[in-house]
């Protein structure tokens, strides 16, 4: 698979990607505590950045041909009638919800959410 005319293994890009996406997660989220750009704002300057991407990937679609031959069930696969997308998609859904009902980060991520008096109620640290 090449990315940006370097070769390197199907599992390496695959990690790239997630780690550039977690990336513009990491500034979507600065955006909005550290900076205080408001959420619609910081919504739509992250459109805007994803609509130049998508216009790069269209002009380098002919990348895709040469994609091994291993990860072409990722995008057109599925188990059982249940296309690999769904199951990726019903999987990440799952990891999140645990998180979000289990764990003390998830508590905080509901009790903060677009409320900080609510926060500070339950000494959750909302100070920037």
Known sequence: MNIANIPMPGWAAILLALALCAMLGLVNALGLTVIGIPSFIMTLAMHA?????????????????????????????????????????ALMLLGVHLVLTYTRFGRYVYMVGGNREAAEVFRVSTSN
Not at 58 to 85: E, F, K, N
Request: with cysteine.
């Open 49 to 89: 950045d994803r609509s130049r991407h998508i216009g790069v990937a269209r002009a380098r679609a002919d990348c895709l041909q040469g994609a091994p031959t291993s990860s072409r069930p990722l995008g057109s696969g599925s188990i059982g009638g249940v296309p690999w997308i769904v199951i990726v998609a």
